[in-house]
């Protein structure tokens, strides 16, 4: 346990004065739409196993400073950038390259419009429908991929995905797509996906008889006061492909259980479940082969 904490005070330390991310362009697979993307390189040649996560409803942003952003993107002067990532992002971004990956956070938001995000209760909005996570954002997933597959210091078939809250919808809904669309030759697929209290009711997943073919966890806080982790357990226990998902519920933890701001850990449950995830999701990620 000592050994433990000892390495997250390190580690925290280390992501707490890390340099900005590099700031990429990409094309959506929706074909019309440049996305805004961070990297965060890891130490070495490689080629390393790579990452792409997803931002959820608030956006990418620190709080501090989305209220001010609208549009993110090539040549726009704005507020939200690389240096403005919120304390979560940076520290997830880190993490991943203290453990060997190339990290792209992809801002779905910000290219269209709304990187300020979106407050809670808005999930029905009319303009919440141009970004959603059933028809929108899979497409942004499936560019990052696209993108990061190229690159000479990334292994093509170890790339992973990692999505919050919407992101974490998006995500399901993503390697929902894969496993639809099978084997496709030279076509890069993403190997693992990480879930983060996603919303999973009808109007957040494109199937309530969902599936995957690669493995998948998730996880949920029984005390979410955003998304049910009720209903998400039991569509995803009743998958077909449940032998290739592991569902991890945190007791008393809520969303955002693993946002580093003070308000979050001061819970009890949202601490255990931050300390676990860090803990395990390399290792999990690792694992597959």
């Known amino acids: 346990m000592r050994n433990i904490v000892a390495f997250l005070l390190s580690w925290c330390t280390l992501a707490a004065y890390a340099q900005a991310p590099q700031t990429v362009y990409f094309p959506s697979a929706d074909g019309k739409t440049e996305l805004v993307g961070y990297l965060f390189e890891p130490a070495g040649p490689g080629p390393h196993p790579a990452i792409v996560m997803l931002h959820g409803r608030a956006g990418p942003y620190s709080s501090n400073v989305n209220g001010s952003c609208t549009q993110v993107g090539r040549g726009i002067a704005s507020p939200c950038s690389a240096k403005t990532l919120s304390k979560r992002h940076m520290m997830w971004g880190e993490y991943w390259t203290q453990h060997g990956y190339v990290a792209l956070h992809v801002d779905s938001f910000g290219p269209r419009g709304r990187a300020h995000g979106y407050g809670r209760g808005t999930h029905d909005d009319a303009d919440r429908d141009e970004v959603n996570e059933r028809t929108v954002r899979p497409l942004d997933a499936e560019g990052a991929l696209a993108f990061i597959s ?103 933890a809520t969303h955002d259980f693993d946002d580093p701001g003070k308000t979050r850990e001061s819970v009890a449950g949202n601490r255990a479940a931050h300390d676990d995830v860090l803990r395990r999701s390399a290792s999990l990620l690792d694992s597959v082969r």
Do not use: H
């Open 150 to 252: 190229q690159r000479r210091d990334v292994q093509p078939s170890r790339i992973m995905l990692q999505g919050w809250s919407n992101g974490g919808s998006t995500t399901l809904n993503t390697m929902y797509r894969q496993s639809q669309a099978g084997q496709v030759p030279g076509k890069p697929r993403f190997r693992a996906a990480l879930a983060f209290y996603p919303g999973c009711g009808t109007k957040a997943l494109l199937s309530q008889r969902y599936q995957v073919d690669v493995p998948l966890w998730v996880f949920l806080g029984s005390d979410d006061e955003e998304v049910s982790p009720t209903v998400c357990a039991d569509v995803l226990r009743k998958s077909a492909t449940a032998n290739l998902i592991q569902v991890t519920l945190y007791q008393g």
